[in-house]
């Protein structure tokens, strides 16, 4: 039996100890009505060899971004992630232990999640970072329900500019809630500060906004922060993580709540997910906070060691009165980070995001050059940008794809008004001759 | 012993990651960034070489105990081994290396993945359809409540909001309904462990949206009058959800489908063999019966009809929405679906007997020693109270679990259910051995006698280990939740 250690004899001998006759005697507690009479219908076990031959099958129906040149982002971005990061992964004291409630035989992951939480606070500029959450998107729907609980205030004003399915996540969330949502409309790509000072009252809770958008630009944060606060609503910016290696942190420009996707640190596309949602804070709302929080304390000899700490928000303590149902986090992919951003260093996060700054740029020019294509957007960006095309954009995928080429996302998916406007993105792994080829596909070259 | 912070280590200039030369014209910065816009001060990030991280986090991991260093019978977690061909097919490009949004025609592999392992799930459980969305357990516990909301408001009955969860719940699901903005009745459990029915159906009426329910339940007792519970909750109009963190016990054996429930989710971490993680990521799948299946989140995995192609249908009219990004842990999903190729349907079934088996069998080795507050058969678990004598020498559940430390082995789960006085909640599962088991037994028998001779020895353990116990009320009390630079305030 693969992967069960008890031996035909072992089992007979146990079965004698527990006084039962045969395996079926287990389970006399179930009644007849709730027992299965028939064989699971599922397909024949594989040996070892055969389902390591069918795993490799199936995964090679699908394009990899090892062999295409992807210029998808829109919330799962491909950077580079060295092979050290997914080595000490693999030290199985890591990936096959629980969550670390005994915490003296876990002070590796106690303290990778500390590290973690440091990581996080120095990137956004807050003073408390959790553990991470399921994902970006959940992240900001947690921001959003913190900042009700905080304000005593049942509306949250979000703009249009946010990531459409973190969106839906946060109207997921909020639904039964008694928790009004308003969108706030975009112009030219960005949220205009007097627009969502329209809408932002003394009945709202947050602002949610993203920076850089999901258009890919810059929005004016400060005039944005300013007019939430106004009304004392909290500011809840959702970042790329990435770009904090360049951009002033959230922490500098007024936001109470900064959370993100943290994919692109250190972890792979992996068709969406697993992935980690990081929540960092002011200290003052550290209580409000949902997940989990490692510490520093000392023992009972005065060494410094890390425990899971301020429990007393969780389900397992406070059951329905906790800030949260979340049990877990999403430590490994926060190991993930923290692996990649130590080995990033201060340099290497900066360098990688001025590459992705530089490539996005001269993408942007190539594209404007083209004709029929013309940029959708004036405001500055990151790493990510959109262009209008004339002509449809299945069609020049459909081209790009044969020069081994990802193309953008259509933001017609999306938004109808964007229909025919394609949303593009250039990490530091997207060289000049990709830029190029992917300039001359657009044109309308077969490359 | 201890490891100190990578802040710590390193030096001003030093770093491990030669990026490339940019290969592209380079623009002066602030023509493409306001300078308003641009980070005044960088981050404090490490200055480290790639040899002092990669020494770090080995001595990191080698502070921590995992499956792999040894038994780990922590209770109502299934900490069963994690098969390394699953690590293998996971980083494949094929799966790794896959753009969410990349064109269904360029992911036909790993949405044929996703529909098959539905479908394999669904037949496991003995449900109609899944979804993989939820991230982890307690997110699909949330999943399913809104489906359930989702369908009694479709028919009109608004004024069902009343979720009903027995003493001896696991923490998430009163937390799940608060969050889904509904409200908990909590019953008491019966002499026996089980749902006490009366209580049951005297908490049932008409504003009841849900029951939720464990089983086997949290005390390994399989509710043995499960169909009478369904039948009394689906006659108050309610339905019956399932937290399915207990399948590990009943797989090709008895299916919650049939036992009436019309909601579960599945925990893949737990079950079907993919790693916890340190805490995470697991993947928590949903299931439903048919009339459930409009509410599902979306997208939805599904095959065309003509050339039988593979599609998300987004097209859900009636669905809840979404509550996560993109489709869900894949990554946890592949690793479940190698699981499920690997042993059959004949191989999961022998994955519960034996899983049950072990938990017998270890039951018996410690049943004249500790006392077992619910002595019948168990199923795949069991919970222990200390033995007789610990309380009158001042002994703690917590005592025996420092000290199973000092002889290698994971503590039980503690304090877990609830209703139990000092609870220690064991779960062997299926993949130890006989000889493990033994040795187990023999060390808690062993602490039971220590306890009462040298009742110190307990109290201060465990004692071997890189730190001795922390101090988590000055942890909480005077929060230091990050590293500051020297200096700081």
């Known amino acids: ?447 | 012993m201890t490891e100190t912070l990578i802040f710590e280590q390193g030096a001003p200039g030093r770093g491990s990651c030669p990026m490339p030369e940019c290969d592209v014209p380079v623009q002066p910065l602030e023509e493409m960034i306001p300078s308003g816009m641009l980070r005044k001060r960088p981050p404090d990030l490490p200055e480290v070489g790639e040899r002092e991280v990669a020494g770090h986090f080995t001595r990191l991991s080698q502070l921590n105990f995992g499956v792999d260093t040894g038994f780990y019978p922590l209770g109502s977690c299934t900490m069963k081994y994690n098969p390394k061909i699953n690590e293998y097919a996971v980083r494949l490009p094929g799966f790794a290396r896959l753009h969410p949004y990349q064109p269904a025609e360029q992911v036909q592999g790993a949405l044929g993945l996703m529909y098959e392992i539905q479908g394999y799930l669904a037949e496991i459980t003995g449900m109609d359809h899944f979804t993989l969305q939820p991230a982890a357990g307690a997110h699909g516990e949330f999943t399913g409540l809104q489906i359930i909301r989702a369908y009694h408001d479709s028919r009109g009955e608004v004024g069902r909001r009343k979720v009903i969860v027995p003493d001896s719940s696991h923490g998430t699901n009163p937390a799940t309904a608060a969050l889904c903005g509904m409200e908990v009745r909590q019953i008491s459990s019966g002499p026996d462990g089980s749902v006490d029915l009366e209580a049951l159906k005297s908490a049932l009426d008409s504003e009841t949206a849900a029951v939720m329910l464990t089983n086997p339940n949290t005390l390994g007792l399989f509710e043995r009058q499960i169909i009478e519970i369904a039948e009394a909750v689906h006659r108050a109009g309610a339905l019956l959800y399932c937290d399915g963190a207990n399948m590990n016990a009943v797989m090709g054996i008895s299916r919650p489908g049939e036992m009436g429930f019309d909601v579960i989710h599945l925990n893949l971490h737990k079950t079907f063999s993919t790693p916890h993680g340190g805490g995470g990521p697991g993947a928590g799948p949903v299931g439903v019966k048919h009339f459930l299946a409009p509410f599902l989140p979306y997208p939805v995995v599904d095959r065309k009809a003509g050339n039988r192609s593979f599609f998300l249908d987004y097209d859900r009219p009636l669905s809840i929405g979404q509550v996560r990004s993109f489709y869900g842990n894949f990554g946890v999903v592949v690793r479940a679906y190698a699981y499920i190729r690997a042993l059959g349907g004949q191989g999961l079934r022998e994955v519960s007997e034996n899983a049950v088996l072990n938990a017998n069998y270890l039951l018996s080795l410690v049943r004249e020693t500790y006392r077992v507050p619910f002595d019948r058969l168990c199923m795949h678990e069991f919970v222990l109270s200390p033995p007789a004598g610990f309380k009158e020498a001042g002994l703690h559940t917590l005592d025996i679990a420092k000290r199973l430390v000092d002889y290698a082995y994971h503590p039980p789960t503690v304090y877990f259910p609830l209703i139990v006085e000092e609870a220690l909640m064991v779960e062997p599962t299926e993949t130890e051995s006989r000889a493990t088991l033994e040795g187990f037994a023999d060390a808690l028998v062993k602490i039971a006698r220590e306890g009462l001779e040298d009742p110190e020895l307990l109290k201060e353990a465990p004692h071997g280990t890189p730190v001795s116990r922390l101090d988590e009320v000055l942890a909480a009390r005077r929060p230091v939740l990050r590293w500051q630079p020297p200096g700081v305030k």
Request: net charge negative; hydrophobic share 40%; proline share 4%.
């Open chain 1, 1 to 447: 039996m693969r992967y069960v250690l008890n031996t035909v004899e072992d089992q007979k001998l146990m079965l004698g100890r527990v006084g039962l006759s045969g395996m079926e005697d287990l389970f006399r507690d179930i009644p007849p009505g709730a027992r299965l009479h028939t064989p699971l219908d599922l397909p024949r076990p594989l040996a070892e060899p055969e389902l390591h031959r069918h795993l490799r099958e199936v995964a090679g129906k699908n394009l990899n971004l090892d062999e295409y040149a992807c210029f998808l982002g829109a919330g799962a971005y491909d950077h580079y992630v060295s092979p050290i990061v997914d080595q000490l992964l693999l030290r199985s004291e890591f990936y096959t232990a629980y969550t670390p409630y005994q915490p003296e035989i876990s002070q590796g992951t106690l303290q990778a999640i500390f590290e973690y939480q440091s990581l996080i606070c120095t990137l956004t500029g807050m003073e408390v970072a959790n553990a991470s959450l399921y994902d970006g998107a959940s992240a900001l729907a947690e921001a959003a329900l913190m900042a009700c609980e905080e304000t005593k205030r049942s509306k949250v004003v979000v703009s249009e500019s946010v990531h459409p399915e973190y969106r839906a996540v946060v109207r997921t969330y909020l639904r039964h809630r008694g928790i009004e949502i308003a969108e706030c409309p975009c112009t030219c790509g960005l949220t205009d500060p007097e627009t969502l000072a329209g809408l932002v009252d003394s009945r709202t809770a947050a602002v949610l906004i993203q920076q850089p958008n999901f258009f890919g630009c810059l929005e004016p944060v400060l005039d944005l922060g300013e007019a939430s606060h106004r009304h004392g609503a909290l500011f809840v910016v959702c970042v790329d993580p990435v770009s904090l290696g360049l951009l002033e942190a959230p922490g500098e420009y007024g936001a109470d709540i900064v959370v993100g996707e943290g994919q692109g640190l250190g972890n792979q596309v992996s068709f969406g997910g697993p992935y980690l949602g990081f929540l960092a804070c002011r200290q003052k709302l550290v209580r409000r906070m949902p997940g989990r929080l490692v510490g520093q304390t000392l023992d009972k000899s005065g060494r410094r060691g890390f425990v899971l700490t301020i429990q007393a928000r969780e389900q397992h303590i406070r059951r329905e009165k906790a800030t949260s149902n979340i049990c877990s986090n999403e430590a490994l992919c926060a190991l993930a980070a923290t692996i990649h951003l130590c080995w990033l260093g201060k340099d290497g996060l900066r360098r990688v995001a001025e590459l992705c700054l530089q490539k996005s740029h001269y993408a942007h020019s190539q594209l404007a050059s083209l004709k029929g294509v013309k940029p959708s957007f004036k405001a500055p960006f990151f790493k990510e940008f959109a262009m209008q095309l004339e002509e449809d954009i299945e069609e020049v995928n459909g081209r790009l794809i044969k020069g081994r080429i990802i193309g953008g996302l259509d933001l017609g998916r999306f938004y109808r008004s964007y229909s025919g406007h394609m949303l593009l993105c250039c990490t530091e792994m997207r060289t000049r001759e990709e830029i190029d080829r992917l300039a001359a596909g657009i044109g309308g070259m077969s490359i």
